[in-house]
């Protein structure tokens, strides 16, 4: 099954659980407080003494027949020197990391609950948490201010519409902004001048100024179908959807004003090969992309490595656990 219809199917059973949604006021301090603190306390969480000296990357498992939790390996080595575990029967997401190295790690509840809890570099302890409402998809955190936007597949306090909530400098209540063209949002990022980018189920993505009120549409020059993008220095790199076989595609893309326009393109190997898919989260830091098996259905059970903007085979794969579904993506750099 592929990242699409996982996120299709569990909205639907958490519309389910919430009943017939309708348009909502916003979250109150109070319940967000309440969220915050209940997710304070991991579960069986650990980590190797002298994690916290070296780079990491945090890799969220959604778990195949249930709980997951987040993998915390060495960058770009690959050893694993801990894990995170959620403290209830939570779906763990996206992942992002700010200038500092935290980690935010976003995921939600069956009964319509989304969390966002921060985690500082190469510790298991919870340093701030936020409470939201329906299925978010992917984070990112502006290296300037300190907010944080997180993509919501869905948000069932506005009746279900996906949007895109930013928290300034990641505290209090979010101001919400919306697409009508896109009902359902995959992935944001910042680029290094505060503007926001995110992608959802349309061929164009979406772009929020640095102080703007509303989104805008940015057009690709071909027409592609973006699964997920990650700024990186001075471009967006986007994987592109469709077809069955072949390499994974990025392309790396320049915007200005309405337009995106692609300067260049990297093809990333699989061991299958099977599909040009990687709509889920991938990361990029110090001529390394990483990102979780792009193989046309199924879990995900591998976690790439390739050379970029090189591209081409895979130097690195690091083999999922039994039962171990790899989603989020995050590089987590020491200080």
Avoid at 264 to 271: I, M
């Amino acid at each position: 099954m592929n990242r699409r219809a996982w996120l299709a199917l569990s909205a639907g059973a958490s519309l389910a659980a919430c009943g017939n949604p309708q348009p909502a006021a916003p979250f109150s301090t109070s319940f967000v407080s309440s969220v915050a603190e209940h997710h304070r306390v991991p579960g069986y969480s650990w980590i190797l003494p002298g994690a916290a000296s070296q780079d990491l990357i945090y890799v969220s498992d959604q778990g195949v027949w249930g709980k997951g939790g987040v993998y915390i390996y060495t960058y770009p080595q690959g050893k694993q020197v801990g894990f995170l575990e959620p403290d209830t029967e939570e779906t763990y997401e996206g992942l992002c990391s700010d200038t500092q190295g935290n980690v935010w790690v976003v995921g939600w509840i069956t009964n319509g609950q989304a969390f966002y809890d921060e985690y500082s570099h190469g510790s298991t302890r919870g340093i701030n948490g936020l409470g939201g409402s329906g299925v978010p998809s992917g984070c990112s955190v502006d290296p300037s201010t300190g907010n944080l936007a997180i993509a919501n597949y869905e948000d069932f306090a506005v009746g279900g519409q996906g949007d895109i909530a930013v928290y300034q400098h990641a505290q209090g209540s979010p101001q919400d902004y919306y697409d009508s063209s896109i009902t359902h949002y995959y992935y944001c990022t910042y680029d290094g001048k505060g503007n926001i980018f995110a992608d959802g189920n349309a061929n164009f993505i979406n772009e929020l100024p640095r102080n703007g009120s509303a989104l805008r549409h940015v057009y690709f020059n071909k027409n592609i179908a973006p699964g997920s993008l990650q700024w990186n220095a001075r471009d967006l790199a986007v994987t592109v959807l469709g077809g069955a076989k072949g390499p994974v595609r990025v392309d790396r893309v320049t915007v200005s004003g309405s337009g995106a326009r692609i300067v260049g393109t990297t093809s990333l190997r699989t061991y299958h090969d099977e599909g040009t898919y990687l709509d889920v989260e991938f990361a990029i830091q110090a001529k390394f992309i990483v990102g979780p098996d792009a193989g046309n259905g199924g879990p995900t059970r591998q976690l790439y490595f390739w050379p970029y903007p090189a591209g081409g085979k895979a130097f690195k794969a690091i083999q999922a656990p039994d039962g171990s579904n790899f989603q989020g993506v995050a590089i987590s750099v020491a200080h």
